[in-house]
């Protein structure tokens, strides 16, 4: 994976950027690569362990708020649409949707953990959320559904997850950070998050949650980023 050097600009990525930056590779999931790429996932999610948790970091390794990058891939900030909701459908027995209220009555899941991004740099903050495990029980997700699909208002970007790491217990949607609102730099009002996944899997600006026979892809993945993508 080409690193980068992180500039501020970074934090206003947009469409034009897309074309030419780390996190996109026009490369093709083909041929040796997409042969490596499925060897990576089954060597991958062969050494996964469903339950084990990242660990948790202590408050001194906290990320000055300010320094936390801000990645989008729209022009500009994305902000909710009004009367936001989160659909939930797919395999489960009661599809619908959630307001942020209605999610944040759920059980909460607060960890402080490390966030990698590909293009090597990393960061800490504490997350607050609903975790997809709990969000899973409340609607009645089929156990069939081996992936789940996560997409959002970002122009679209969007990410598919084996059920295994998304139903890990550090797995959440989270509408909280550093024990504030999410802002919309990092993905307001609803965005995923995990200690089991690089960055380019947790899908901010949250729209829907599939539950599904089949995976999907990704953004960066229909771009040849690796779909497995574990830490
Ligand atoms: N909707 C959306 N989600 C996204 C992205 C994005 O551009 N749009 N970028 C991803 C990448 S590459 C990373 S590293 C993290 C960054 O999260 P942050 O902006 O809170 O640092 O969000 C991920 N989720
Ligand atoms: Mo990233």
Known sequence: MPER?????RVLLGAAALATSACDSQRPRAGFLGVMDRFNERAQSAFFHPTR??????????TPPGDFPQYFISETV??????????VGGLVARPRAFTLEELQRLPRTDYRIRHHC??????VASWHGVSVRDLARAVGADPRAG??????????YYSSWDAPSALHPQTVLAYGMNGAPLIPGHGAPLRLYSGVKLGYKMV????TVRFLPEATGGTWEDRGYEWFAGV
């Open 5 to 9: 050097v992180l500039t501020r600009r």
């Open 53 to 62: 948790l990242a660990r948790e970091e202590p408050v001194e390794q906290l």
């Open 78 to 87: 994305p902000l909710a649409p009004a009367g936001w909701r989160l659909e």
């Open 118 to 123: 590909v293009e090597g740099w990393s960061a």
């Open 147 to 156: 992936f789940v699909e996560f997409r959002s208002f970002d122009q679209g």
């Open 204 to 207: 901010k600006y949250l729209t």
